[in-house]
């Protein structure tokens, strides 16, 4: 048996030593300083700041602390780790420094002043003042839920206008680099580069050796990263030392189209590739966009286990379409204006969605979609004459910082309300892996299995059937997830394909969920224990979702008998959970002085099965109410910590809107307090709202669990979708 909790730890300790730590990257030494901010935040100022987020393995982020200026720091892998990408623009001759902190001795450029920072569910812009002129950097993440092609796109924008804030008119001219450290966790190894020139002119680097589906400190191994840009008048390029090209232009405001030929380790006087663009004059009115593309991207994407236990490779959906990087590239460019005004879209809907309920729950919402969606990737197979099968389309997730499982069960769970507000189908394919893999019968457990591999890209799953076993949590999860799927969308596919599998999970839970063994459910850094209240919710829900799911097939007497079985376990379920006192429900049966959040309550209200009274969701109301610490109420009595996401779950059981909003505005504090830099991580101190570990995890796709608690709970992509369904 695998156990999480030594990783957990000593990721614990790495967070740590990297709070404290001296960054290096492009011979550049600096060391972040809290302070107090200097510019405007919309609608605040978070941990960390999504810059290009779309992939696991495309996981841009400028981490914040008190408060980091675009320029006052690099942006980071996910892990903490240096993604070199650096900016300047002149302005009248004199150049500014505007992303990143690169040293270049012997020039003499200036640090723009942060203006203001806002963020969006797609967009971080920032406006940089560069003495008389004020430049806005866009970074756009698109979020494309309805498109399969567009949202597996492993590429991000990044877009440049200035404007003059005094008046006259100014010559402007732009720059933006990236170094090799998109492409290894290993700074050692040796890198090789092209510059492709036409219209659009790309820089491609990668690892001279690569090594499928293997990681380096949850770096990619394989595959290439990509810097782009039209081809235009005034546009030049330039690769080489870091230095050297960007002295280059803070002397002479353009890049002498050149290439460096000299392949060699990432670390190596800091291989960067360039480009630069001529703004021409410009005055009060915005100058046109510039815009650049950044991606990695790599082929084959997943190695996946078949029946028989034959590997398949599969590939990222987007090459189905285009018959060369450059073509994929190329339209991805072509499209963002297009683009651009489909992420205002989004995000205008998902901000009057979330808004209907308060603007803290917004600004939760709007910050976690990109990161929720960051740790997928759709794919797709080939036939055996290596045609892409079309018909197979699914959806791989990774286990960000708690480990690097693939498609976690007890991960996409709380992700899943990410899913089922902007494309049910979706979440279908995250699911479908898992079906397919555990239809096989190579998995041996008659449980559902935990994950499909131990390592993404790996999915590899579990023959000896010695995954981490979480055997009430993860039956329990499917069967919830499979039948709110079926409800959203009408789709049977999954209940009458798999009917034998839930069914096969359910007479396990009717064994086990309602004098629950001593197991470890989801939160397992808590620990093992017996009789679990939240986790036996979980598995009557699950029965009771079979009942249902048997319904829909029309096995009336399997539904009958299940049905009959979930309410006398409720009934049983009350007198074991209830405190003596009947106060609170317990965290395990007979111990009064015990309790935990019951955010499993939240499945009965999604699946609309109601199995559990309204004297329960009362009852915990009134005593979450009076345990509340500064930042949120505890997990559970054995620690003072929560996780972000259970905290907006339960949100969704209270009967109370000011105990709800109580909840929300806890994680809004929490994600805003200024005192931890990284990925937003859903593990924290409810005393001190300071990180346990965690960052960066799916997981915080579960802060949309308020747009979708019932069946019929309202929102823009639901309800397009349900009116597209009708329509058919």
Known sequence: MRVKVMRIRRLQLMYALQLQCINIASSTVFLTVSAALTWTAEPFNPASVPLAVRSPYLSCWLNQGAGTALNAGWPTFWTGSILGWAGYVTVDGSSYNFLGVPSVPGTNANKAVQKSLKFTSTQSTFVMTAGPVDLTVNFLSPVEPSDLAKQSFPFSYLSLSAASNDGGSHKVQVYTDISAEWITG??????????????????????????LFTEASDHIQQGSAFYSTQSATGVTFQTGEDTVVRAQFINNAVLL?????????????????????????????????????IGHARDPAIEYIIANGALQQRSSFFWSQFSSIADAISSFLGDY??????????????????????????????????????????TISKDAQGNFNTSDVLMFMKEISSDGNVNTVDVIFPSWPLFLYSNPTLGKQLLLPLFEYQATGQYPNAWSVHDMGASYPKALGHNDGKDEPMPVEESGNMLIMTLSYT????????????????????????????????????????????????????????????????????????????????????????????????????????????????????GDKLLGTYLFPTSVYDMQTKWYSSVANSFGVPLDTRHTYTKSDWEIWTAGIVT??????????????????????????????????????????????????????????????????????RDD
């Open 337 to 378: 204006t297009s683009a651009l005004s489909r992420a205002n879209a989004f995000d205008a809907q998902v901000a009057k969605d979330a808004n209907a309920i308060s603007s803290d729950y917004a600004s939760i919402v709007a910050l976690s979609i990109r990161q929720g969606f960051g740790a997928t990737e759709i």
């Open 487 to 602: 409800q959203r969308t009408n789709d049977k596919s999954l209940i009458t394909t798999y009917f034998n599998l839930l069914d096969q999970w359910t007479q396990f839970l009717i064994t086990d969920s309602l004098i629950p063994a001593n197991q470890i459910s989801t939160d397992d850094f808590a620990g093992s224990l017996a009789n679990q209240t939240n986790l036996a919710i979980k598995g009557i829900v699950g029965i009771k979702a079979m009942a249902v799911i048997a319904d829909l097939v029309g096995d009336q007497a399997r539904s009958s008998n299940y049905s009959s079985i979930a309410a006398s376990y409720v009934q049983q379920w009350q007198t074991f959970a209830t405190s003596s006192g009947g106060q609170h429900l317990t965290l395990s049966y007979g111990d009064d002085a015990s309790w935990g959040l019951s955010y499993n309550l939240l």
């Open 186 to 211: 290993d700074n050692s190894l040796t890198a090789n580069w092209s510059t492709s020139v036409g219209n659009i002119i790309t820089h491609q680097v990668q690892l001279a050796q690569q090594s």
């Open 656 to 725: 109370s809107t000011s105990v709800r909003d109580t909840f929300i505005s806890a994680v809004k504090n929490y994600a805003s307090d200024g005192l931890n830099s990284q990925p937003l991580g859903d593990w924290y101190e409810t005393a001190n709202g300071k990180v346990e570990g965690f960052r960066a995890r799916p997981v915080v796709g579960g802060h949309l669990a308020l747009l979708v608690a019932s069946p019929t709970s309202s929102g823009g992509h639901i309800n397009f979708l349900e009116s597209k369904q």
């Open 257 to 293: 189209n050149t290439q460096d030929s000299e392949f060699r380790a990432v670390s190596d006087r800091w291989p960067v590739f360039a480009f630069a663009r001529d703004l021409g004059t410009v005055s009060a009115s915005p100058s046109p966009e510039v815009v650049f593309s």
